[in-house]
């Protein structure tokens, strides 16, 4: 697997995680989780767009 995929798999994977998190932080009573973990999602995917961006003439293999 390249850098690339590899770096794909673990932005969705890590985005799933924070979100997954987030709702369950609100679903506890804390807020403040929550916000923290919805940021996280949104900084990952930012993150994840930049480095396909920034590597869009290599293969995913």
């Known amino acids: ?13 890590l985005t ?3 979100l997954s998190c987030a709702a369950w932080a609100f679903d506890a009573g804390h807020p403040g989780f929550g916000v923290a973990g919805i ?3 949104v900084l990952v995917v930012v993150y994840g ?3 396909l961006r920034k590597l869009k003439n290599v293969s995913f293999l």
Request: charged letters at 5%; aromatic letters at 18%; glycine letters at 10%.
């Open 1 to 13: 697997m390249s850098l690339k995929g590899f770096h794909l798999v673990f932005v969705t994977l």
């Open 16 to 18: 799933t995680l924070s």
């Open 39 to 41: 940021a996280t999602g």
């Open 49 to 51: 767009v930049y480095f």
